[in-house]
């Protein structure tokens, strides 16, 4: 059982790192504390393998500390650190049975017979893998297999995290939910640190607690689902948390307007405010098209923009608009009017982000 | 070792092991790493030490060799070289060898592709009993058919030609040949196929343009062992030929003088007929690794 | 394999292969056949003689013995080729240039002619001008594979050793090589030892190229000839004298037509029984296989 904190933690894959690009990892700061499930999500490239293979001590990172329970482990080998790893591949040992498959880790150490045979037993039966005990491991199936490999870390009572790397990779679309669901049991049953590195945001939501999104070798923000998709903190949050992303207007304070290219924005005396105090010229408001308020029929205070397409998804529609030059998605519920060529907006201000250099600044509103 | 930022999660996870391993080589006692580097180069002396002992005879005279025993030329000579290379019934030898073993390279692999083919791709009558047919053919002993040949041959008017010596290897280098080749082709999705043919290809083109690029190592590792198997077999070469396409195998038991065996140009041939297989080697050293696996791992 | 197209054209694109071979496989074997259950004269004399050749064969004590010397010469070189093979796979280099190096000089052997070898381990075994025979000698051991048949028998399995141990190192080899690096993480995670990294992962992963490996090797050693002929030429008396020289002695220093066609039969027999063995057990692996996949 431990707690993983990350201090002033950066890798580089080169000798003579010189530029930030260099940097697989940019320095920084993070805890994992005993017994979350947590999901490192991110598209690919961005650092989160790295990150990965730096907690399981694999690599040994350029700078920085990695702290097993207040512990430097930084140089201590995966087998010294007491982790378990279940990796993308399923790694079984083919010519071994399953309850040989499970047994292993703790024959390896000396366990007494005994207690292996009830060990065994008892995580077997968590992974409802007690019918096949006494089946070759070699003729499971790709998601009994992945099973297998978690529950060699479960087996053992000194394991301090299991790393998840990309688990569901090879399984079957139609059996990844029921995996999901019974590594989110286990997590409430063992107590145990789990993190779950992925690049799908929905495998990320419905595993974890907390999610760390990573983006060009660091983490830009660590929150429950809601919190990524609520509010976002950084642009980059915005667009790869959601389906579709968030909405970004590039906006600028012209003539006492808040303005978006040639379009005058229509918006609360806040957002007003909060645009003219700051600093900077890279300034965006975000809106997820979810918040976008569209209706049929001009209302007070809206926005008149064009149609440009309708995605009928069922239970709700993806509606491409066109503000002026800027394209703008919005999500209508079914039970709501489709505004047919024009369609006129508002933004709720309690809904709106303004991003001053790619980091969201809070707006105050009632 | 190459450090470059890998883009990849394959690529990190590849980084990651190759940066273990090296620490934990660096971290392994010292007593170790040179057992395991002395078990080695042990190994490679035991290799090395009987085809230095050949060259080292190669570049002796005769006298040298049948006087005192001696660890390195004393009095180095080129004499068998230059023998071998000028004398036509010595380095014809090495043309006839290796004309046939090209004409067998030739010939098995052109039709085992397309064999090869059959066999991945379909079920047909008798497939399973075929190709058990032709494994058997791997294991005929050369020495069986060695009376057989030589009549047939003699016969149809073949004896003592390049091609009759290239077809009677294809005894055992066509089922070699087609049982490596099924091995890589099984390798290959059968997508491939269908698509290739849905975008319009013929057979022959689709196999030309796309397959055969597809299997390219597949193709030079099973040209490796056709090579390996003709050039090394004898039995059959020297029964098959007399004096017009003699292989340099048959060619060196003529050394066996009136003055006895002449060692030294016995040595300086058996040297020659390693190099072209170290040529060879050379060349496919990158494939050898993943190429001996013969598509079955 | 399962979901291979059931077609029967398939074999035009058999037929090329299927005529060379037959004409190189089928014609001689009927010829020996043919020779087998007849005795021969001259061209135009020929009785027929049913299984008199065979009984003739299977009850003669030189071939007996000779069969028996070629079991004991393939099953001792297999029993030391195969451990030392997967060894030496084990501790070849893996990275750089070191890996191109041993990979070169490892392979060298099986690209020399057959005769060669002999005539190459003919001169190193030597007394007199031979490093190995000469080293023995003043060492004090009377070595003499003319006269001595174990000294004799020794050098051959030596020089079988030095010629095809690489075969089954460079399969371990590849063998290895295709085996995911999370298999080893995952080993060290449970904390195996080096050995049951070797028992549950490496050896496994080897189960079809030593397949394959001790096949060739089996065959092999089973039709050897070229090698013992240069260097014992069969002696001290008969004592390496194995099945392939055996039968060529017959049938082309004897011209025993009859008696070396039954002969050749029953040998091929052997090894077709092996090879049939070899091929069920690999057959079966394969299914394994595909039960894993699906």
Not at chain 1, 16 to 27: K, L, M, N, V
Not at chain 2, 51 to 66: G, R, T, V
């Given at each position: 059982?431990?707690?993983?904190?990350?201090?002033?933690?950066?890798?580089?894959?080169?000798?003579?790192?010189?530029?930030?690009?260099?940097?697989?990892?940019?320095?920084?700061?993070?805890?994992?504390?005993?017994?979350?499930?947590?999901?490192?999500?991110?598209?690919s490239g961005c650092g989160k393998s790295t990150l990965l293979n730096i907690i399981s001590g694999l690599l040994e990172p350029s700078s920085g500390e990695v702290l097993f329970d207040g512990e430097r482990v930084n140089s201590l080998p995966p087998e010294a650190r007491n982790i378990a790893q279940v990796f993308q591949f399923p790694v079984v040992y083919d010519t071994m049975t399953v309850y040989d498959n499970l047994a292993f880790p703790l024959r390896n150490v000396g366990t007494p017979a005994g207690r292996v045979h009830e060990r065994v037993l008892e995580v077997a039966d968590v992974l409802e893998l007690t019918a096949q005990l006494k089946r070759k491991a070699k003729n499971l199936t790709a998601d009994e297999k992945q099973k297998v490999s978690m529950g060699r870390g479960l087996v053992r009572d000194d394991v301090s995290a299991i790393l998840f790397d990309e688990p569901l990779t090879v399984i079957d679309p139609q059996l990844k939910w029921k995996l999901r669901r019974k590594l989110k049991e286990i997590h409430r049953r063992f107590n145990i640190t789990m993190v779950y590195v992925t690049h799908d945001q929905l495998e990320a939501s419905t595993f974890a607690d907390k999610i760390a999104v990573m983006y060009e070798g660091q983490v830009v923000q660590f929150g429950t689902p809601r919190e990524l998709?609520?509010?976002?903190?950084?642009?980059?949050?915005?667009?790869?948390?959601?389906?579709?992303?968030?909405?970004?207007?590039?906006?600028?304070?012209?003539?006492?307007?808040?303005?978006?290219?040639?379009?005058?924005?229509?918006?609360?005396?806040?957002?007003?405010?909060?645009?003219?105090?700051?600093?900077?010229?890279?300034?965006?408001?975000?809106?997820?098209?979810?918040?976008?308020?569209?209706?049929?029929?001009?209302?007070?205070?809206?926005?008149?923009?064009?149609?440009?397409?309708?995605?009928?998804?069922?239970?709700?529609?993806?509606?491409?608009?066109?503000?002026?030059?800027?394209?703008?998605?919005?999500?209508?519920?079914?039970?709501?009017?489709?505004?047919?060529?024009?369609?006129?907006?508002?933004?709720?201000?309690?809904?709106?982000?303004?991003?001053?250099?790619?980091?969201?600044?809070?707006?105050?509103?009632? | 070792?190459?450090?470059?930022?890998?883009?990849?999660?394959?690529?990190?996870?590849?980084?990651?092991?190759?940066?273990?391993?090296?620490?934990?080589?660096?971290?392994?006692?010292?007593?170790?790493?040179?057992?395991?580097?002395?078990?080695?180069?042990?190994?490679?002396?035991?290799?090395?030490?009987?085809?230095?002992?050949?060259?080292?005879?190669?570049?002796?005279?005769?006298?040298?060799?049948?006087?005192?025993?001696?660890?390195?030329?004393?009095?180095?000579?080129?004499?068998?070289?230059?023998?071998?290379?000028?004398?036509?019934?010595?380095?014809?030898?090495?043309?006839?060898?290796?004309?046939?073993?090209?004409?067998?390279?030739?010939?098995?692999?052109?039709?085992?592709?397309?064999?090869?083919?059959?066999?991945?791709?379909?079920?047909?009558?008798?497939?399973?009993?075929?190709?058990?047919?032709?494994?058997?053919?791997?294991?005929?002993?050369?020495?069986?058919?060695?009376?057989?040949?030589?009549?047939?041959?003699?016969?149809?008017?073949?004896?003592?030609?390049?091609?009759?010596?290239?077809?009677?290897?294809?005894?055992?280098?066509?089922?070699?040949?087609?049982?490596?080749?099924?091995?890589?082709?099984?390798?290959?999705?059968?997508?491939?196929?269908?698509?290739?043919?849905?975008?319009?290809?013929?057979?022959?083109?689709?196999?030309?343009?796309?397959?055969?690029?597809?299997?390219?190592?597949?193709?030079?590792?099973?040209?490796?062992?056709?090579?390996?198997?003709?050039?090394?077999?004898?039995?059959?070469?020297?029964?098959?030929?007399?004096?017009?396409?003699?292989?340099?195998?048959?060619?060196?038991?003529?050394?066996?003088?009136?003055?006895?065996?002449?060692?030294?140009?016995?040595?300086?041939?058996?040297?020659?007929?390693?190099?072209?297989?170290?040529?060879?080697?050379?060349?496919?050293?990158?494939?050898?690794?993943?190429?001996?696996?013969?598509?079955?791992? | 394999?399962?979901?291979?197209?059931?077609?029967?054209?398939?074999?035009?694109?058999?037929?090329?292969?299927?005529?060379?071979?037959?004409?190189?496989?089928?014609?001689?074997?009927?010829?020996?056949?043919?020779?087998?259950?007849?005795?021969?004269?001259?061209?135009?004399?020929?009785?027929?003689?049913?299984?008199?050749?065979?009984?003739?064969?299977?009850?003669?004590?030189?071939?007996?013995?000779?069969?028996?010397?070629?079991?004991?010469?393939?099953?001792?070189?297999?029993?030391?080729?195969?451990?030392?093979?997967?060894?030496?796979?084990?501790?070849?280099?893996?990275?750089?240039?070191?890996?191109?190096?041993?990979?070169?000089?490892?392979?060298?052997?099986?690209?020399?002619?057959?005769?060669?070898?002999?005539?190459?381990?003919?001169?190193?075994?030597?007394?007199?001008?031979?490093?190995?025979?000469?080293?023995?000698?003043?060492?004090?051991?009377?070595?003499?594979?003319?006269?001595?048949?174990?000294?004799?028998?020794?050098?051959?399995?030596?020089?079988?050793?030095?010629?095809?141990?690489?075969?089954?190192?460079?399969?371990?080899?590849?063998?290895?090589?295709?085996?995911?690096?999370?298999?080893?993480?995952?080993?060290?995670?449970?904390?195996?030892?080096?050995?049951?990294?070797?028992?549950?992962?490496?050896?496994?992963?080897?189960?079809?190229?030593?397949?394959?490996?001790?096949?060739?090797?089996?065959?092999?050693?089973?039709?050897?000839?070229?090698?013992?002929?240069?260097?014992?030429?069969?002696?001290?008396?008969?004592?390496?004298?194995?099945?392939?020289?055996?039968?060529?002695?017959?049938?082309?220093?004897?011209?025993?037509?009859?008696?070396?066609?039954?002969?050749?039969?029953?040998?091929?027999?052997?090894?077709?029984?092996?090879?049939?063995?070899?091929?069920?057990?690999?057959?079966?692996?394969?299914?394994?296989?595909?039960?894993?996949?699906?």
């Amino acid at each position: 059982m431990a707690e993983i904190t990350l201090k002033g933690l950066a890798h580089s894959y080169l000798p003579q790192p010189t530029s930030p690009g260099d940097y697989a990892i940019r320095e920084m700061d993070h805890v994992w504390q005993q017994g979350g499930a947590y999901a490192l999500l991110g598209p690919s490239g961005c650092g989160k393998s790295t990150l990965l293979n730096i907690i399981s001590g694999l690599l040994e990172p350029s700078s920085g500390e990695v702290l097993f329970d207040g512990e430097r482990v930084n140089s201590l080998p995966p087998e010294a650190r007491n982790i378990a790893q279940v990796f993308q591949f399923p790694v079984v040992y083919d010519t071994m049975t399953v309850y040989d498959n499970l047994a292993f880790p703790l024959r390896n150490v000396g366990t007494p017979a005994g207690r292996v045979h009830e060990r065994v037993l008892e995580v077997a039966d968590v992974l409802e893998l007690t019918a096949q005990l006494k089946r070759k491991a070699k003729n499971l199936t790709a998601d009994e297999k992945q099973k297998v490999s978690m529950g060699r870390g479960l087996v053992r009572d000194d394991v301090s995290a299991i790393l998840f790397d990309e688990p569901l990779t090879v399984i079957d679309p139609q059996l990844k939910w029921k995996l999901r669901r019974k590594l989110k049991e286990i997590h409430r049953r063992f107590n145990i640190t789990m993190v779950y590195v992925t690049h799908d945001q929905l495998e990320a939501s419905t595993f974890a607690d907390k999610i760390a999104v990573m983006y060009e070798g660091q983490v830009v923000q660590f929150g429950t689902p809601r919190e990524l998709f609520e509010a976002p903190n950084h642009t980059f949050v915005g667009y790869f948390i959601g389906s579709p992303g968030m909405n970004f207007l590039e906006v600028a304070l012209r003539d006492g307007r808040v303005v978006s290219g040639a379009v005058s924005l229509s918006v609360a005396p806040a957002v007003h405010r909060a645009v003219a105090e700051a600093r900077s010229t890279n300034l965006k408001l975000g809106i997820r098209p979810e918040f976008v308020e569209v209706h049929p029929a001009p209302v007070e205070d809206a926005m008149e923009a064009r149609v440009e397409d309708v995605q009928d998804l069922g239970t709700y529609a993806i509606v491409q608009l066109r503000l002026g030059e800027i394209a703008l998605k919005a999500r209508v519920e079914e039970d709501e009017p489709l505004p047919e060529e024009r369609a006129w907006l508002r933004f709720p201000v309690e809904r709106l982000g303004l991003y001053v250099d790619e980091f969201r600044v809070e707006i105050p509103h009632e | 070792m190459t450090r470059s930022m890998p883009t990849t999660p394959d690529a990190v996870r590849k980084q990651a092991a190759a940066a273990d391993a090296r620490r934990r080589r660096e971290a392994r006692p010292v007593s170790r790493q040179w057992r395991r580097r002395g078990l080695m180069a042990a190994y490679i002396l035991f290799v090395l030490l009987p085809i230095y002992w050949l060259l080292n005879m190669s570049f002796q005279s005769n006298s040298e060799i049948l006087g005192a025993l001696t660890l390195w030329p004393q009095d180095f000579t080129l004499e068998h070289y230059t023998r071998i290379l000028t004398d036509s019934s010595w380095y014809m030898g090495y043309v006839n060898s290796i004309a046939y073993v090209v004409m067998n390279m030739l010939i098995s692999i052109s039709v085992a592709l397309p064999a090869a083919y059959a066999f991945s791709r379909y079920r047909f009558i008798g497939d399973k009993h075929l190709f058990f047919w032709l494994l058997t053919n791997l294991m005929a002993p050369p020495a069986v058919f060695l009376l057989p040949y030589f009549q047939l041959y003699y016969t149809v008017g073949l004896f003592d030609t390049h091609v009759a010596v290239a077809l009677a290897h294809c005894l055992f280098n066509i089922p070699l040949a087609v049982w490596i080749l099924e091995g890589f082709m099984s390798g290959v999705p059968k997508e491939i196929d269908e698509t290739a043919f849905i975008d319009g290809y013929s057979f022959p083109r689709f196999f030309v343009k796309i397959f055969i690029p597809m299997i390219s190592s597949g193709i030079g590792v099973t040209l490796f062992f056709l090579f390996m198997f003709s050039w090394v077999e004898l039995l059959l070469a020297s029964t098959l030929t007399s004096t017009g396409a003699q292989p340099i195998g048959s060619v060196m038991t003529q050394t066996k003088g009136a003055s006895g065996i002449d060692w030294g140009t016995l040595s300086a041939a058996g040297v020659l007929t390693i190099l072209p297989g170290i040529i060879v080697v050379y060349f496919v050293r990158n494939h050898i690794a993943k190429g001996f696996a013969l598509g079955r791992t | 394999m399962n979901d291979k197209l059931y077609n029967n054209r398939a074999w035009w694109l058999i037929l090329p292969m299927l005529l060379l071979v037959a004409f190189s496989a089928i014609i001689p074997l009927m010829t020996v056949v043919n020779y087998s259950v007849q005795d021969v004269f001259d061209a135009h004399t020929r009785f027929f003689t049913g299984t008199e050749w065979f009984r003739e064969t299977l009850n003669d004590p030189a071939l007996q013995a000779a069969l028996l010397r070629q079991f004991a010469f393939s099953l001792t070189v297999l029993a030391i080729e195969v451990p030392l093979g997967i060894s030496i796979a084990l501790l070849m280099p893996r990275k750089g240039w070191q890996a191109s190096a041993v990979l070169i000089l490892v392979t060298m052997p099986l690209l020399i002619p057959w005769n060669v070898v002999g005539s190459i381990w003919q001169i190193f075994t030597r007394g007199d001008i031979g490093l190995m025979g000469w080293g023995l000698r003043e060492l004090g051991y009377g070595y003499n594979i003319t006269r001595s048949a174990a000294d004799a028998w020794g050098t051959i399995i030596l020089m079988d050793v030095w010629h095809w141990t690489p075969l089954i190192a460079l399969l371990c080899y590849s063998g290895l090589r295709a085996i995911p690096d999370a298999y080893y993480q995952a080993a060290r995670i449970d904390r195996a030892s080096r050995w049951a990294v070797f028992r549950y992962i490496q050896l496994p992963k080897l189960t079809n190229v030593l397949v394959i490996g001790v096949l060739l090797r089996f065959m092999h050693s089973f039709m050897i000839y070229a090698e013992p002929f240069v260097l014992t030429g069969g002696g001290p008396g008969s004592s390496t004298t194995f099945l392939s020289q055996t039968l060529t002695t017959m049938a082309i220093g004897q011209q025993d037509l009859g008696p070396s066609a039954a002969f050749s039969i029953i040998y091929f027999l052997i090894i077709l029984l092996v090879c049939w063995i070899f091929y069920t057990a690999i057959m079966n692996l394969q299914k394994d296989k595909q039960n894993k996949g699906a």
